[in-house]
């Protein structure tokens, strides 16, 4: 057996250590600093507000990472102080910026930021955004002080957002838990909201400069601008119950709730005939549908040939994702793609559709009139595949989507792509994004009601990019937002986030899912790609999501359980019906130990498989390892690493 990495390549696919955070408290005050910046504000242990940062972003809306010197920290009982310099800057640009953090035991506290570009500096966003979370807030009450002194009573949306919910803002005043509200103020300049569910971000985002304005823009060098955010609590709650520590998570397993959905592979024509050369380690993989990516901009006949091969492999059928140049002439661009498909025999059950223009980003607030050229694009469809189903929506983010939604009288189901990594590429960021599922599938069937939904590729990584210059470049691979080839496809957190994308879409009664794609930068087995792969490069082999994958894609169309999980953020669970029993799946999606105790199982013996660093080798090698690490269960306790995933079979 072959030598284990290191406990990062296992858990993360990079070296690249993540990111140190430090709890600041001043009485019933805490925030965790990281990176210069502030999460997790919480007062007696509740959430407040999920984040403030200072963010400095390019003129293609990536973030810079920020050099940070002369960091000090001072804490008392009653006070915390942190000050540093930060450096933003790409070679041709430099913007400094000098940050003061202060929090009192009195529920106060300010962040400011006074900076200075040493040069011309072209930016999309450069100042302070605030993140208020999710859970608990959706739909609540919040009050907004307008810039010009106007009080107005609203609410944090329920339903995503495709536009600025909240506008011109200078405070947000809202309950943390009963008896118990903040006020958020932020100064130096017009702030308004996003809702970031669009991209599957946990949080609704406060942030600077007006979208209607000019963007990129140039902030003059030697131009200084300051900035901060102040927060405010008022009352007092009642006392919280329960010691300290993190307590056990209960997994309630209940009656038959529907079914999974069906779980198919995507594969980018790029990669076809690489993935039919590998289809000796891709056995035991059974996908229902295999969804081929095709755009005539680009791909020609070799592609359906390795589409059709690919498929042929993995003994599935085949569906399309379909990119037209244009929609000057949807029914000529449809013959030509249904010519070469017929050439090379590849038969498509499903054929989704797309014009080229909306896989670009699409402004907030654009009116779209006259969409009668998607009527005749799906006509055209139809006409040129009479033999499959027609799909369309949109083959970027939900965002494109609830900005520019389609017709969808003419569609037999919709269709989005998500990312994880569209804002911030942390650990805790691309985690968070499993509890965001629910509101973008409720929010889909806002729009198109009944139809079937088709979610995904759903991926860590972005397939390509709505903001121009393609995906970010990631040739260390390590956490960069916007990029393809996020490592951690090749850890544990991904194969945690994938079962817990799973489980969210099957909760949400998805009815077809794209999850996974056989190598590349989706992949779940290793081939050799333009980036270093550590440890796979030397000894090859599957990714931990290639376990979980297998079990997904078994249980496609099967009956599904309910299942109600006490920390959903924490832990995410799917259980489903098999000719043997019931199989339950749990992942931690967090970095430290989590203990389940599972309810509702009925009798039966139950036997526990873990996938975690001890199973991470034998993984790699084995594609019956979780079989084999198989072992009876002892009691109704699990204890999950960080990460983990473990599969439990009962009957």
Same mark, same amino acid.
């Given at each position: 057996m072959?030598?284990?990495?290191?406990?990062?390549?296992?858990?993360?696919?990079t070296?690249?250590?993540?990111?140190?955070?430090?709890?600041?408290?001043a009485?019933?005050?805490?925030?965790?600093?990281?990176?210069?910046?502030?999460?997790?504000?919480?007062?007696?242990?509740?959430?407040?507000i999920?984040?403030?940062?200072?963010v400095?972003?390019?003129?293609?809306?990536?973030?810079?990472?920020?050099?940070?010197?002369?960091?000090?920290?001072?804490?008392?009982?009653?006070?915390?102080?942190?000050?540093?310099?930060a450096?933003?800057?790409?070679?041709?640009?430099?913007?400094v910026?000098?940050?003061?953090?202060?929090?009192?035991?009195?529920?106060?506290?300010r962040?400011?930021g006074?900076?200075?570009?040493?040069?011309?500096?072209?930016?999309n966003?450069?100042?302070?955004?605030?993140?208020?979370?999710?859970?608990?807030?959706?739909?609540?009450a919040?009050?907004?002080?307008?810039?010009?002194?106007? #009080?107005?009573?609203?609410?944090?949306?329920? #339903?995503?957002?495709?536009?600025q919910?909240?506008?011109n803002?200078?405070?947000?005043?809202?309950?943390?838990a009963?008896?118990?509200?903040?006020?958020?103020?932020?100064?130096g300049?017009?702030?308004e909201?996003?809702?970031q569910?669009n991209?599957?971000?946990?949080?609704?985002?406060?942030?600077?400069?007006p979208?209607?304005?000019?963007h990129?823009?140039?902030?003059?060098?030697?131009k200084?601008?300051?900035?901060a955010?102040?927060?405010?609590?008022?009352?007092?709650?009642?006392?919280?119950?329960?010691?300290?520590?993190?307590?056990?998570?209960?997994?309630?397993?209940? %009656?038959?709730?529907?079914?999974?959905?069906?779980?198919?592979?995507?594969?980018?024509?790029?990669?076809a005939?690489?993935?039919?050369?590998?289809?000796?380690?891709?056995?035991?993989l059974?996908?229902a549908?295999?969804?081929?990516?095709f755009?005539?901009?680009?791909a020609?006949?070799?592609?359906?040939?390795?589409?059709?091969?690919?498929?042929?492999?993995?003994?599935?059928e085949?569906a399309?994702?379909?990119v037209?140049?244009?929609?000057d002439?949807?029914?000529?661009?449809?013959?030509?793609?249904?010519?070469?498909?017929?050439?090379?025999?590849?038969r498509?059950?499903?054929?989704?559709?797309s014009?080229?223009?909306d896989?670009?980003?699409?402004?907030?607030?654009?009116?779209f009139?006259?969409m009668?050229?998607?009527?005749?694009?799906?006509?055209?469809?139809?006409?040129?595949?009479?033999?499959?189903?027609?799909g369309?929506?949109n083959f970027?983010?939900?965002?494109?989507?609830?900005?520019?939604?389609?017709?969808?009288?003419?569609?037999?189901?919709?269709?989005?792509?998500?990312?994880?990594?569209?804002?911030?590429?942390?650990?805790?960021?691309?985690?968070?994004?499993?509890?965001?599922?629910?509101?973008?599938?409720?929010?889909?069937?806002?729009? @198109?009601?009944?139809?079937?939904?088709?979610?995904?590729?759903?991926?860590?990584?972005?397939?390509?990019?709505?903001?121009?210059?393609?995906?970010?470049?990631?040739?260390h691979g390590?956490?960069?937002?916007m990029?393809r080839?996020?490592?951690?496809?090749?850890?544990?957190?991904?194969?945690?986030? &994938?079962?817990g994308?799973?489980?969210r879409?099957?909760?949400?009664?998805?009815d077809s899912?794209?999850l996974?794609?056989p190598?590349?930068? @989706?992949?779940?087995? &290793? &081939?050799?790609?333009?980036?270093?792969?550590?440890?796979?490069?030397?000894?090859?082999?599957?990714?931990?999501?290639?376990?979980?994958?297998?079990g997904?894609?078994? %249980?496609?169309?099967?009956?599904?359980?309910?299942t109600?999980v006490?920390?959903?953020?924490?832990?995410?669970?799917?259980?489903?019906e098999?000719?043997?029993?019931?199989e339950?799946?749990?992942?931690?999606?967090?970095?430290?130990?989590?203990?389940?105790?599972?309810?509702?199982?009925?009798?039966?013996?139950?036997?526990?498989?873990?996938?975690?660093?001890?199973?991470?080798?034998?993984?790699?090698g084995?594609?019956?390892?979780?079989?084999?690490?198989?072992?009876?269960?002892?009691?109704?306790?699990?204890?999950?690493?960080?990460?983990?995933?473990?599969?439990?079979?009962?009957?």
């Amino acid at each position: 057996m072959a030598e284990a990495p290191s406990r990062g390549i296992m858990l993360f696919g990079t070296e690249e250590p993540p990111a140190e955070t430090r709890l600041l408290k001043a009485g019933p005050l805490s925030a965790e600093l990281d990176a210069g910046n502030l999460r997790y504000i919480r007062h007696d242990g509740r959430e407040a507000i999920r984040a403030i940062s200072y963010v400095v972003r390019d003129r293609y809306w990536g973030t810079f990472n920020p050099e940070i010197r002369d960091l000090a920290v001072e804490e008392t009982g009653d006070r915390f102080t942190v000050t540093y310099t930060a450096t933003c800057g790409d070679g041709q640009q430099r913007f400094v910026y000098r940050a003061r953090i202060t929090g009192s035991a009195d529920g106060t506290l300010r962040f400011e930021g006074i900076g200075t570009p040493e040069t011309d500096f072209l930016t999309n966003r450069t100042g302070f955004v605030v993140l208020h979370g999710v859970e608990g807030i959706s739909g609540r009450a919040v009050e907004v002080s307008e810039v010009g002194g106007e #009080v107005v009573e609203t609410r944090f949306p329920e #339903v995503i957002d495709p536009v600025q919910p909240i506008m011109n803002i200078r405070a947000l005043t809202h309950d943390v838990a009963p008896g118990l509200e903040v006020t958020c103020t932020m100064l130096g300049d017009t702030f308004e909201m996003e809702d970031q569910r669009n991209w599957t971000d946990a949080s609704y985002k406060t942030y600077v400069r007006p979208l209607g304005l000019p963007h990129p823009f140039t902030l003059e060098a030697g131009k200084t601008i300051e900035q901060a955010v102040e927060l405010r609590f008022e009352g007092t709650p009642p006392p919280r119950t329960g010691g300290a520590g993190t307590p056990e998570i209960t997994v309630a397993v209940g %009656a038959e709730a529907g079914r999974v959905p069906r779980i198919g592979m995507g594969l980018e024509w790029q990669s076809a005939d690489a993935a039919t050369a590998r289809a000796g380690q891709l056995a035991g993989l059974h996908p229902a549908f295999l969804s081929g990516y095709f755009d005539a901009r680009h791909a020609g006949a070799e592609a359906m040939e390795g589409f059709r091969t690919a498929a042929d492999a993995l003994g599935c059928e085949l569906a399309l994702e379909a990119v037209l140049p244009d929609l000057d002439d949807p029914g000529a661009a449809l013959r030509s793609i249904a010519d070469l498909a017929n050439a090379a025999g590849a038969r498509f059950a499903s054929v989704a559709v797309s014009p080229a223009e909306d896989l670009g980003f699409v402004i907030p607030g654009t009116v779209f009139g006259d969409m009668s050229a998607y009527h005749a694009l799906y006509a055209a469809a139809r006409e040129a595949f009479p033999d499959s189903a027609i799909g369309g929506g949109n083959f970027m983010y939900f965002t494109e989507l609830n900005r520019k939604p389609p017709p969808f009288e003419g569609l037999d189901f919709v269709i989005h792509s998500t990312c994880a990594i569209v804002h911030a590429a942390d650990d805790r960021s691309v985690t968070e994004t499993v509890e965001t599922l629910p509101y973008v599938i409720r929010s889909g069937r806002s729009m @198109f009601g009944g139809k079937p939904y088709r979610l995904g590729p759903v991926g860590i990584g972005t397939r390509t990019s709505p903001f121009g210059g393609g995906p970010a470049p990631n040739p260390h691979g390590g956490r960069v937002a916007m990029c393809r080839n996020d490592p951690r496809q090749r850890g544990l957190l991904g194969a945690a986030w &994938h079962l817990g994308v799973a489980a969210r879409a099957a909760e949400g009664g998805v009815d077809s899912l794209i999850l996974g794609a056989p190598i590349g930068d @989706f992949g779940l087995l &290793h &081939h050799p790609g333009d980036a270093p792969q550590p440890w796979f490069d030397d000894h090859g082999g599957r990714f931990p999501v290639w376990h979980v994958m297998r079990g997904m894609y078994d %249980a496609s169309g099967r009956a599904r359980r309910a299942t109600e999980v006490s920390a959903p953020r924490e832990v995410q669970a799917l259980a489903f019906e098999t000719g043997a029993g019931l199989e339950l799946w749990l992942a931690n999606l967090m970095g430290e130990e989590r203990r389940v105790r599972l309810e509702g199982l009925g009798g039966g013996t139950m036997r526990v498989a873990m996938l975690d660093e001890g199973s991470f080798v034998a993984g790699a090698g084995d594609p019956d390892a979780l079989d084999g690490a198989e072992r009876p269960a002892n009691g109704d306790r699990i204890d999950l690493r960080p990460y983990a995933v473990a599969r439990c079979r009962v009957g």
